[in-house]
């Protein structure tokens, strides 16, 4: 089975910063509007760094993730992953397009 390793995070308030603005992104109320600008943009929901540099996530987090070292940023893409694969059933039906591999 497969199991994360535990890299020691080296910039925890940043690291918290990001993350507590993915979790308001990823909230219920506010997923749909998030899969619309995403739709809206044509990218590609998995493609984090895209919709980061787009300001999607917000405007300051793309700078709050440049100043982050490369574990800490594998860190939270790997968070972003993990909260777009949490996405409600009706979500992801919804905005198809957006999660689809081709």
Do not use: N
Request: proline content about 4%; hydrophobic content about 45%; cysteine-free.
């Amino acid at each position: 089975m497969f199991e994360q390793s535990m890299i020691p995070i080296q910039d925890q308030q940043r690291v918290s910063e990001v993350s507590a603005v993915l979790e308001r992104t990823f909230a219920t109320g506010s997923v749909a509007a998030f899969l619309k600008q995403v739709q809206s943009a044509g990218l590609r929901v998995r493609d984090f760094e895209g919709i980061l540099s787009r300001g999607l996530i917000g405007a300051s987090t793309p700078a709050l993730y440049a100043a982050l070292p490369d574990s800490d940023r594998g860190q939270v893409r790997e968070r972003y992953l993990a909260l777009v694969e949490r996405v409600a059933p009706e979500h992801r039906a919804k905005f198809l397009k957006v999660y689809a591999y081709y």
